[in-house]
């Protein structure tokens, strides 16, 4: 098995169990205790893990995993508002990615009075709320069910995302920063919305104002795969010079 395979391996552990110890991981993957402990430390360079005594937990949002129920009763009218312009940009015939987060299923929401959409999604709350639309050919990724966050992730994941291709891919993030890019609180989450960006003609990236300068642990990607960032309310203008240069519509 390759290095980032076993590593991969081993965050979905933690996120499954909330822990893990070197010393299982290293009869669990047939290495040396020293090989885990230098996977351990690559995670948590990569501010995906933090290690503890003889072992790692999940390292998210402040050290601990903010469950999806709390995270969509956030700025909810915000959410809503981005949705509503995000509804916009959505023509009858769309195949559209969409990821797990509680603002692009403000997005959803509001799209289900369009004809022969095709949806595809890593979310279990999306795809529980499309049971409703005949109107929506609704596929669900499968995958690793990460069960605070109610996505599915992983290598099933992601394969069932690149045998697609969509018109749009409506995505949001922990956090956007000029200088850091796009943001996330974990790679699991992140690798399953790169996948998405990459089978995307069009990428419409879903945040409110909340997260524009905030940091988080893992780089989603930079902003050259963007071509449009709908918020809430209007950006400072140093947000504004830079979506003009970087040729990304701004919509708020």
Same mark, same amino acid.
């Given at each position: 098995m390759?290095?980032?395979?076993?590593?991969?391996?081993?965050? &979905?552990? !933690?996120?499954?169990?909330?822990?893990v110890?070197v010393? $299982?991981? /290293?009869?669990?993957?047939?290495?040396?205790?020293?090989?885990?402990?230098?996977?351990? &430390?690559k @995670?948590?360079?990569?501010?995906i893990?933090?290690?503890?005594?003889?072992?790692? #937990? @999940?390292?998210?949002?402040?050290?601990?995993e903010?469950?999806?129920?709390?995270?969509? +009763?956030?700025?909810?009218?915000e959410?809503?508002?981005?949705?509503e312009l995000?509804?916009?940009?959505?023509? $009858?015939?769309?195949?559209?990615?969409?990821?797990?987060?509680?603002?692009?299923?403000? #997005?959803?929401?509001r799209?289900?009075?369009?004809?022969?959409?095709?949806?595809?999604?890593? /979310?279990?709350?999306?795809?529980s709320?499309?049971?409703?639309?005949?109107?929506?050919d609704t596929?669900c990724?499968?995958?690793?069910? @990460?069960?605070?966050?109610?996505?599915?992730?992983?290598p099933l994941?992601?394969?069932?995302?690149n045998?697609?291709?969509?018109?749009k891919?409506? @995505?949001?993030?922990?956090g956007?920063g000029?200088?850091?890019g796009?943001?996330?609180?974990n &790679?699991l &989450?992140? /690798?399953v919305?790169?996948?998405m960006?990459?089978?995307?003609?069009?990428?419409?990236?879903?945040?409110?104002h909340?997260?524009?300068g905030?940091?988080?642990?893992?780089?989603?990607?930079n902003?050259?795969p963007?071509?449009?960032?709908?918020?809430n309310?209007?950006?400072?203008?140093?947000?504004? +010079?830079f979506?003009?240069?970087?040729?990304?519509e701004c !919509?708020?």
């Amino acid at each position: 098995m390759l290095p980032l395979e076993r590593r991969r391996h081993i965050v &979905e552990q !933690i996120s499954t169990n909330g822990s893990v110890k070197v010393i $299982d991981l /290293s009869k669990n993957f047939n290495v040396t205790e020293e090989t885990i402990r230098r996977d351990l &430390e690559k @995670l948590e360079q990569e501010g995906i893990i933090k290690r503890t005594y003889g072992g790692a #937990v @999940l390292q998210t949002e402040g050290g601990r995993e903010v469950p999806f129920v709390s995270r969509s +009763e956030r700025n909810k009218a915000e959410k809503r508002h981005i949705g509503e312009l995000a509804s916009t940009l959505i023509c $009858d015939g769309d195949v559209i990615m969409v990821d797990s987060s509680s603002t692009s299923l403000e #997005v959803v929401r509001r799209i289900t009075g369009f004809r022969n959409l095709t949806l595809i999604t890593n /979310s279990v709350v999306v795809t529980s709320d499309m049971v409703h639309y005949d109107n929506i050919d609704t596929i669900c990724t499968g995958g690793h069910l @990460l069960t605070k966050a109610l996505a599915y992730t992983g290598p099933l994941s992601e394969k069932i995302i690149n045998s697609y291709y969509a018109d749009k891919a409506i @995505l949001s993030c922990k956090g956007i920063g000029i200088e850091k890019g796009i943001m996330e609180s974990n &790679e699991l &989450e992140a /690798s399953v919305k790169r996948a998405m960006i990459e089978t995307a003609e069009k990428v419409i990236l879903v945040v409110d104002h909340t997260k524009f300068g905030i940091h988080s642990r893992v780089r989603l990607t930079n902003f050259y795969p963007i071509d449009i960032v709908i918020t809430n309310r209007k950006p400072s203008q140093e947000w504004l +010079e830079f979506f003009d240069k970087m040729d990304i519509e701004c !919509i708020y």
